[in-house]
């Protein structure tokens, strides 16, 4: 059962969330909160697996609550809930860890399974967003020397995942097994530091890697 916490300030869309997400079988809301400072404390207190975070909140804001639940031992993640598409402040919340970003007007089957998704690790958000997101608000940084450490390969398989290819995308194109195309990934995410795939795109968007 995915545990899923849900910190906004608007309660008739807290409300809307949650019936959506008790309708499923295999994830339930464990807690609500109005604001950030709220939304930490119900982390620490029921240890939910996924965070829906608003951005814009009174008392304390979605990109301050994220930094500070991220610096927990064995964080949850967290997806951050936006009304805009290009937001720069979501491009700041997943740069500092969040795992992606939905619009609050997603489809409610595109919400769940970005649930479902960030869950498993297996799947960016709304990757042609989320590289548009950094398109737009590029922060290029030189290519740091860890790159160096990927080899041929898995710098091929790392520019692909950077497009947003997912595993079966890459393995059918690099006539590879979806199994193998797994571990390339997280040799790759370990080699670089990363956390999941929304972080690849991000550290290659930054540093001028998606070409």
């Given at each position: 059962?995915?545990?899923?916490?849900?910190?906004?300030?608007?309660?008739?869309?807290?409300?809307?969330?949650?019936?959506?997400?008790?309708?499923?079988?295999?994830?339930?809301?464990?807690?609500?909160?109005?604001?950030?400072?709220?939304?930490?404390?119900?982390?620490?207190?029921?240890?939910?697996?996924?965070?829906?975070?608003?951005?814009?909140?009174?008392?304390?804001?979605?990109?301050?609550?994220?930094?500070?639940?991220?610096?927990?031992?064995?964080?949850?993640?967290?997806?951050?809930?936006?009304?805009?598409?290009?937001?720069?402040?979501?491009?700041?919340?997943?740069?500092?860890?969040?795992?992606?970003?939905?619009?609050?007007?997603?489809?409610?089957?595109?919400l769940l399974a970005a649930i479902r998704g960030v869950h498993t690790g297996s799947s960016v958000i709304a990757a042609?967003?989320?590289r548009e997101l950094f398109a737009h608000y590029a922060d290029r940084k030189p290519v740091p020397e860890v790159f160096?450490?990927?080899?041929?390969?898995?710098?091929?398989?790392?520019?692909?995942?950077?497009?947003?290819?997912?595993?079966?995308?890459?393995?059918?194109?690099?006539?590879?097994?979806?199994?193998?195309?797994?571990?390339?990934?997280?040799?790759?995410?370990?080699?670089?530091?990363?956390r999941d795939r929304v972080q690849l795109v991000v550290f290659a968007h930054d540093h001028g890697l998606t070409g």
């Open positions: 059962m995915i545990g899923v916490a849900l910190v906004d300030d608007q309660s008739l869309f807290r409300a809307g969330i949650r019936m959506l997400v008790d309708s499923q079988p295999d994830m339930r809301i464990i807690g609500e909160a109005g604001d950030g400072r709220a939304g930490i404390t119900l982390v620490d207190q029921e240890r939910p697996d996924i965070v829906l975070m608003d951005i814009r909140m009174p008392v304390m804001d979605g990109i301050e609550a994220t930094r500070e639940i991220l610096t927990r031992p064995d964080p949850p993640r967290i997806i951050m809930l936006t009304t805009f598409d290009l937001d720069e402040a979501a491009a700041r919340a997943i740069r500092g860890g969040a795992s992606g970003f939905l619009l609050k007007d997603a489809d409610p089957e595109f042609a967003e989320t160096a450490r990927l080899t041929e390969r898995e710098r091929e398989i790392f520019g692909l995942a950077a497009r947003g290819l997912n595993n079966a995308e890459i393995a059918a194109r690099e006539f590879l097994s979806e199994a193998t195309v797994k571990t390339h990934i997280s040799r790759i995410l370990t080699k670089l530091a990363l």
